[in-house]
RNA sequence: AGCGGGGUAGAGGAGAGGUACCUCGAGAGGCUCAUAACCUCUAGACGCCGGUUCGAUUCCGGCCCCCGCAACCA
């Protein structure tokens, strides 16, 4: 069976975030282990780029806005080469195909009689650039944050979306025990169907939001970001033309697969799937929500100062520490406060120490006491079912516990055998060889198992059981 | 207010109806193959109050605290 699995598109307004670096990790690390199993996968990333705040943030920088978005495009294509994706797709919002992919989502729904028009009138704040709730607003009317400034009552006419004549059938969607993980997620959305739904501006006026998509048949009104953005799991397919036959393989006859932030239930698991069911189109099979990484018991911001790059991980780190620190000590679904002191506490205990260490031991004694590569038989490089389990469960720490479960197997192997003694001395010394080979076959499980999670670092270590030599540190001691 | 999540050794985390696990740190031994690494042992914990149960830290109810749902943001 044909897979897909695609992260969210990030706005690109600002720098990649370490969240989403988690959230790509995650959707790669499943895809790199449907592609081990044989099946065809299709992954898919891309950036986020219309919108009224990118059109604002490339006048602040005094940049024309493509010139803008295509810089921070290619800042997210880094992520690639940065965190050792493997093939995703990658597209973007402004893409010509896309844009008419948007366009035709827009007319299937309102040939469906879901588009309609109404005047919205609503407390707008000029500086924010958003209509205020009373709560966003002080009781005489200002707005909390720009707190000069009073907000002005606005008539727009704009076109909604029906969602509300989605509500059952969104509950029905919401009832299939896998449609999001984890579970309570789930619950959260049926809640918030429960609790009425209301329909949804789906455009703004052109002179509030010039950098768009602009709405079929009406040129005095553009997209909304939302409606655009979210169609892009398809149109990358290829959807409506389908000329490749991608839509209808990965999307339509496969097994489908979100990756998102916790914060995206009612956009990904409702939204988006009222449009799609508006279009006739399959719904999403699942939907899976990670946590957010907290740094010293805060949200992320720039103006706290303590915002960690995915970059500067690497940097430090290196990609496959980072992969590693995301995937085992970022629990995938709760939040989980990240430290740079922690980090490097990981970093160092585990991948230093650990696996590093029991890598450069073993093969120092294969390098000086096999007079040949070991052999590796089927057995040594089948893949444990539990393992498999728990990463096809997103429980992707727990199937990296389990690999450092056999590191510290092997650490106390090596002690309790003495091999390095055993070769000492002529009557043990085939004892001792034996096991050498042993421990040579177990990292090599070890690093079978370390393909999907730690591509480059399974390679060294498969590379130097090959050659029957001891590796340059896998890990250096950072300083 | 409401909704959701969470409170586990000195620190940070995992877990589960019946010996509570991991990393760092502390104490005592051991080893020399290894990246001053590794192994063994020891001390130390399930927020509070009830309930269900043979048995609760785990399930249920109440309470107390923390975090998110508003922001440059996933």
Redesign the pocket.
Known sequence: MARYVTT?L??V??D?????A??IVQADVLARTWRLQGEEVFFNTGTDEHGQ?IWEAAEKNGQDVQGYVDHYASEFRKLKEALALDNPTFIRTTDEHHKRAAQEMWRRCEAKGDIYKKTYTGLYCVG?E?YKTE??LTGEGFC??HTNLKAEEVSEENYFFRFSKYADQLTKYMSRSDAAIPQ??R??AL??VASGLEDFSISRKKERLVWGVPVPGDDTQVMYVWFDALTDYISTLGWPEDIEGNFAKFWESSRTLQM?????VRFQSLMWQAMLMSADIKNTDQVFY??????G????????GNVISPYELVSKYGTEATRYLLLR?V?PV????VTWE?LD??Y???????????????M??AE?HLPQPVELSLDDTRIEELFLEHLEGF?F??AM?LI??HI?KG??Y???Q????KV?QEHTKADGIADIERLVRHIAKIAVHLTPVLPKTSVAILASVRTNT?PE?????ST
């Open positions: 969210t990030p706005y307004n600002a990649p975030h370490i969240g989403f988690l959230e705040k924010c958003l709560k966003d909390l944050i309570w997620r619950g959260e809640t918030f998102a932030g916790k914060d995206q990670h946590g957010f990484i907290t740094s018991g805060q949200k992320m911001s720039k103006s706290l000590h629990h709760e939040d989980t406060d922690r506490e990981w160092t205990a585990n991948l230093v120490n650990g696996l590093g260490n029991l890598v450069a031991r073993v120092k004694l000086e429980r720490n727990e516990d450092w479960e510290g650490d106390a090596m002690t309790e003495e091999p390095y003694k000492k001891k540190n896998l890990f250096p001691r």
